[in-house]
């Protein structure tokens, strides 16, 4: 390969790589975060733990469904527990009476699936729900109503099924932080892209 066409040719990919927006860039890296967390040893630990504020987060070997969006998040530089916190000290009223809380608790309150789906209606975009496995797209988030009201949620991500007809999730229902062709196991509740405020 002579010089000048390996010189056309980073040039090309160059353009190419900085031709995607700035949304899709996001949301390939959010996906990558995502996908990272699978090699991680994790046991499903819903309990209560008191942790830092800011940046706090349970053992690194324990978590729940939020914890994957939470720590995905945390690659990208955005810390939910200190933006549902904040959105939660100025607007309490607008989140969840589920817990029969008084007041915003920052060790849990950005753990809860309904909180998460109150903030990304506020500060994300609300996607299309459907059974069109073309509507979610790599970074995007979902959530799932599993039976009565036990939520869940997860993370689309740049992996297909099997089959190479549905986009795969991300997610921690029980068996810790993994890698899953269950997009459309259960009934999906939401559906949202949030790239920061």
Request: proline share 4%.
């Amino acid at each position: 390969m002579n010089r000048s066409f390996q010189v056309l040719l980073f040039l090309v990919l160059a353009v190419t790589a900085f031709a995607q927006p700035e949304s899709d860039r996001f949301a390939e890296r959010l996906s990558e975060a995502a996908l990272s967390l699978t090699k991680q040893v994790v046991v499903y630990d819903p309990a209560y733990y008191a942790i830092a504020y800011p940046g706090g987060d349970v053992p690194s070997d324990r978590g729940v469904c939020s914890d994957v969006i939470i720590r995905s998040y945390r690659a990208m530089d955005i810390d939910l527990q200190k933006e549902v916190h904040e959105d939660m000290l100025a607007h309490f009223e607008l989140y969840p009476d589920i817990w029969g809380l008084s007041r915003p608790d920052s060790n849990i309150d950005h753990r809860r699936v309904p909180n998460l789906m109150k903030y990304f209606e506020r500060y994300g975009k609300e996607k299309l729900i459907s059974s069109n496995a073309d509507d979610y797209q790599s970074g995007d988030i979902v959530c799932w109503n599993l039976d009565g009201a036990v939520t869940h949620i997860g993370i689309i991500v740049n992996r297909k099924s099997d089959d190479g007809l549905r986009p795969m999730v991300v997610h921690n229902i029980g068996g810790g932080q993994v890698l899953e062709d269950c997009l459309f196991e259960f009934r999906i509740i939401a559906h949202y892209i949030y790239q920061g405020k």
